[in-house]
């Protein structure tokens, strides 16, 4: 199984940007797809989750700015960011099941 991610770039505050994660590979049943992130010098930290059933969750820097969303028939996860912050800055990783993504970089400039 293989994660394609993609989406990242530069982006002013206040800006947005859509990642996008596929799954290519022998999957079956995928119950939780999520998005975390790894700022420079820092851990990778928990960015939003999404279960089979359509539940998601965010951590609070995020929420109310960030929507995660997944199409199940393409085995895809997608992060919209929207008024991003000069603290959203990170390498973003994708995590279906028990694989991640190569990880795409988002940068926010003030």
């Known amino acids: 199984v293989q994660l394609q991610a993609s989406g990242g770039g530069l982006v002013q505050a206040g800006g947005s940007l859509r990642l996008s994660c596929a799954a290519s590979?022998?999957?079956?049943?995928?119950?939780?797809m999520a998005w975390y992130r790894q700022a420079p010098g820092k851990q990778r930290e928990w960015v939003a989750d999404?279960?089979?059933?359509?539940?998601?969750n965010y951590a609070n820097s995020v929420k109310g700015r960030f929507t995660i969303s997944r199409e199940n028939a393409k085995n895809t996860v997608y992060l919209q960011m929207n008024n991003l912050q000069p603290e959203d800055t990170a390498v973003y990783y994708c995590?279906?099941?028990?694989?991640w993504g190569q990880g795409t970089q988002v940068t926010v400039s003030s």
């Open positions: 999404i279960r089979s059933s359509r539940s998601t």
């Open positions: 590979g022998p999957i079956f049943t995928i119950n939780r």
């Open positions: 995590n279906i099941a028990s694989w």
